[in-house]
């Protein structure tokens, strides 16, 4: 069992930068693969980045450049996103993956609005 939990989010004007971080818990040896989805009000969940445990990175092609998803040596995930914009309006997911189970955090709510 892995327990995840974000925070950060909030409101950002455009332009703006906010950092999301995931701290997981429990059973962290068994996970594989860290990272985050978004999922705008309305819209299908979709994939932001992840890191692999050997530290290989993906990213949704049209949010590179912005986006940067780090870790730090006790298992939280964090995304520095920058240059925020309109589009950008989530809940931010974050998700664990190991040999047998993906877990998904509750979500952050990003808002970004003049």
């Known amino acids: 069992q892995v327990d995840l939990v974000e925070s950060g989010g909030g409101f950002v004007q455009p332009g703006g930068s906010l950092r999301l971080s995931c701290s997981a818990s429990g059973d962290i040896s068994s996970i594989t693969l860290m990272g985050w989805y978004r999922q705008p009000s309305g819209q299908q969940r979709e994939l932001v980045a992840y890191?692999?445990?050997?530290?290989?990175v993906n990213y949704k092609n049209s949010l590179r450049g912005r986006f940067t998803i780090s870790r730090d040596a006790l298992n939280t995930s964090f995304l520095q996103m920058n240059n925020l914009k309109v589009e950008d309006t989530a809940v931010y997911l974050c998700h664990a993956r190991t040999t047998v189970q993906t877990y998904w955090g509750p979500g952050t709510q990003v808002t970004v609005s003049s």
């Open positions: 890191m692999t445990r050997s530290g290989a």
